[in-house]
């Protein structure tokens, strides 16, 4: 009878434990940053995947974390002083300034992006709790949140329960909405915007000297490359394609700028006769001729470089290829400037004509200001490195 009783009283233990779960399954969770509530909608109530806590991103904006989109929308940057974190959606990868690849992803859930609170809470120096009661609370901290939990959850009760209710009226006075699936974002062909300039730390060690490269085509983002480099007081050369497609304006502007041109080498069929050619149409539109050359990597093996050697041409290879593109302005300057720290070694940073190509150079140069590394154009009259 007494063993009975026990496995009667398990058995209500369990009922009452599953019972307090589906209550609060079902419950509407807020969302408290420091010492307040936000307003109950749908852009800032937390949800759970994967037994991890997600929440909107513009949440983190009451911290003074900034955000905005890249990639047409594909890639979500959370940033401030002393971090920046990018979410690739489509990708479903997350890494932080120095390229280091982080656990969880975002989600694109009810139109809105969620970020996991517990990574963001660690990147960026918050803390989180979940508090519960007749509705879950989660609530987002940093140094001036003054009340601990219970203290905040006495001080509000009144206030939570209304909050509740407000948005239980709402919900029942309303029309149902037709929800209409969301559209893929447009490829709109724009330059991706530079990000907002933030402090730099100096790095230990860097070289002394990088020289910048631009290979390929020219087309409706180079014109900003330009701009971007008389900025920074800072030279390079744009290595052409031997197939006549490039623009003359833009050549002469990139010369009467102080640029240097080189030849883009892709073929390996006839390159001392396409090399000659090249330099006869820069020779009728410029008055200048170039010797320098670079080999596309994809046919290295098959060109016999004493040919070109001998036929007065130099030969630069590239030590460093942004990958421009493929990656966003981002991911592009993390990679490049990880490659050069800890190494004075001099270097040829290889960039294109992408959409993310301006803003990557762009934060770059901001780096190499501050870490004193020279930029500078490749000329005949340096040797090959």
Not at 192 to 210: H, N, S
Not at 267 to 282: F, G, V, W
Request: a negative charge; hydrophobic letters at 35%.
């Amino acid at each position: 009878m007494k063993r009975a009783k026990q496995i009667f009283s398990i058995l209500i233990l369990i009922v009452c434990f599953f019972s307090f779960i589906s209550a609060n399954a079902g419950s509407i969770v807020l969302t408290a940053v420091n010492d307040e509530f936000l307003t109950l909608e749908t852009n800032t109530m937390p949800t759970k995947k994967s037994g991890e806590w997600y929440i909107p991103y513009n949440v983190f904006n009451n911290f003074g974390i900034i955000s905005y989109t890249q990639d047409n929308g594909d890639s979500l940057v959370m940033q401030n002083q002393n971090q920046t974190i990018t979410f690739s959606l489509s990708q479903g990868y997350t890494y932080d300034k120095d390229s280091n690849t982080l656990s969880q992803p975002a989600y694109y859930i009810n139109d809105t992006i969620y970020l996991p609170i517990k990574l963001m809470c660690a990147q960026f120096g918050l803390s989180f709790s979940v508090i519960t009661g007749e509705n879950l609370i989660v609530r987002i901290c940093d140094q001036y949140a003054t009340l601990s939990d219970s203290a905040f959850v006495n001080s509000n009760n009144q206030n939570s329960e209304q909050i509740v209710d407000d948005y239980k009226n709402e919900n029942n006075s309303s029309k149902p909405e037709i929800v209409t699936p969301k559209p893929e974002p447009e490829d709109t062909n724009e330059p991706e915007p530079v990000p907002p300039e933030q402090p730099i730390t100096p790095a230990t060690v860097r070289p002394e000297l990088v020289y910048l490269a631009f290979l390929g085509e020219t087309n409706e983002f180079s014109d900003d490359l330009l701009d971007t480099l008389q900025i920074y007081s800072t030279n390079a050369t744009f290595f052409l394609p031997l197939d006549d497609k490039w623009n003359d304006d833009f050549i002469r502007k990139a010369i009467v700028q102080g640029h240097s041109i080189g030849w883009l080498v892709q073929d390996e069929e006839d390159i001392i006769s396409s090399l000659n050619k090249a330099n006869q149409r820069l020779f009728e539109s410029t008055g200048i001729m170039s010797r320098i050359v670079n080999i596309n990597s994809n046919i290295t093996q098959n060109v016999d470089n004493a040919v070109i050697e001998n036929a007065g041409y130099c030969i630069w290879n590239v030590t460093i290829n942004a990958q421009d593109e493929k990656y966003n302005a981002s991911r592009v300057s993390q990679n490049i400037l990880t490659v050069l720290d800890g190494t004075t070694q001099t270097c040829v940073i290889s960039f294109h004509h992408q959409k993310s190509t301006n803003a990557a150079v762009t934060l770059v140069l901001r780096d190499f200001q501050v870490n004193n590394v020279e930029t500078r154009k490749i000329t005949i009259a340096d040797m090959p490195i």
